[in-house]
T-cell receptor, first 112, second 120 residues
């Protein structure tokens, strides 16, 4: 079983819609969760992190965490074509190495 | 804040040569730096974890004699691909982790822009 799972997509949404990206993780003790955006040919860019149950909002982005269900999601409101990218979910490992465990990413396409 | 640079951005070399890639944290001290590689349309693959002043910890299957990592200061880590071969061609990306005690600290990593290595 993969430690961090994401649907590979592509998730296709029209411009202006809400894009919902989901991620599940296997280690129940995980505490810190991250969303990165990666454009084709570029390196990942941190969008948000969350470590408390509930919602965390930053502009058009909302991260949602449900530790009981081992589920973290990212909502993008008013999606723009420039949001088209691969979104990587990452979980901070439980050992002392501070490694991030990445999902394989979900490709988002926002149609004009 | 939290800017990480990487140099060079692109390198083309002949088979058998060695290539050094530098990773610098520009506005924070990075206790830990990480090196990843990524093949086209594939996931990030962690190669090694580098702590300042100590030996790097390599992931299973990564040849430590082929991918030499040095983390000489809190702002600089280097990856040297020794005797590069065409199968080493890939996108190499470093990341740096700020200290947890800082305002950025939740364990996040900030990535450099990456180095695209092509071995002919």
């Amino acid at each position: 079983q993969k430690e961090v799972e994401q649907n590979s997509g592509p998730l296709s949404v029209p411009e202006g819609a809400i894009a919902s990206l989901n991620c599940t993780y296997s280690d129940r003790g995980s505490q810190s969760f991250f969303w990165y955006r990666q454009y084709s040919g570029k390196s990942p860019e941190l969008i948000m992190f969350i470590y408390s149950n509930g919602d965390k909002e930053d502009g058009r982005f909302t991260a949602q965490l449900n530790k009981a269900s081992q589920y973290v999601s990212l909502l993008i409101r008013d999606s723009q074509p420039s949001d088209s990218a691969t979104y990587l979910c990452a979980v901070l490992g439980m050992d002392s190495s501070y490694k991030l465990i990445f999902g394989s990413g979900t490709r988002l396409l926002v149609r004009p | 804040g939290a800017v990480v640079s990487q140099h060079p951005s692109r390198v083309i070399c002949k088979s058998g040569t060695s290539v050094k890639i530098e990773c610098r944290s520009l506005d924070f001290q990075a206790t830990t730096m990480f090196w990843y590689r990524q093949f086209p349309k594939k996931s990030l693959m962690l190669m090694a974890t580098s702590n300042e002043g100590s030996k790097a910890t390599y992931e299973q299957g990564v040849e430590k004699d082929k991918f030499l990592i040095n983390h000489a200061s809190l702002t600089l880590s280097t990856l040297t691909v020794t005797s590069a071969h065409p199968e080493d061609s890939s996108f190499y990306i470093c990341s740096a982790r700020p200290p947890l005690a800082g305002v950025l600290g939740a364990g996040e990593q900030f990535f450099g822009p990456g180095t695209r290595l092509t071995v002919l």
